[in-house]
């Protein structure tokens, strides 16, 4: 398994933005064309649930329905080990540990729907959104 790094967490009120990145290791994925890149949240006393997801050969995204219109995944680099989440109009309902994920795969599809399908994860980093 490769350890990613998340960053960028933090404290905003309602309304306000966030940006996550997400790091693996140089050279982790090089040997694959493509890989899932996802970000995962988990709330309080709740099950951990999918936010996004970006194939990386083709950008090809993916979105929960809550978050649509408001989060944008991107991928950072050419060589799919970096991959960022903008947030805006962030509410509180946002507010959760998020963890970054990734799979090398050959051929989508890449959602965010199933955790089993990632077997790369980060430690996580805290956004807290206050009304």
Same mark, same amino acid.
């Given at each position: 398994?490769?350890? !990613? ?8 009120? =309602?309304?306000?933005? !966030? ?11 090089? =040997? ?28 090809? %995204? ?8 408001? /989060? ?5 680099? =050419?060589?799919? %080990?970096?991959?960022? !989440? ?19 795969? %050959? ?6 729907? /199933? ?17």
């Amino acid at each position: 398994q490769v350890q !990613l790094a998340e960053s960028g967490g933090g404290s905003v009120q =309602a309304g306000g933005s !966030l940006r996550l990145s997400c790091a693996a290791p140089r050279d982790t994925y090089s =040997a694959y064309n493509s890989v899932c890149m996802g970000w995962f949240r988990q709330a309080p006393g709740k099950q951990r649930e999918g936010v996004a997801a970006i194939y990386t050969a083709t950008g090809g %995204t993916y979105y929960r329905e809550s978050v649509k219109g408001r /989060f944008t995944i991107s991928q950072g680099n =050419a060589e799919n %080990t970096v991959v960022y !989440l903008q947030m805006n109009s962030l509410k509180p309902e946002d507010t959760a540990m998020y963890y970054c994920a990734a799979d090398p795969r %050959t051929n989508p599809p890449c959602t965010a729907q /199933f955790e089993v399908d990632f077997g790369d994860w980060g430690q996580g980093t805290q956004v807290t959104v206050s009304s």
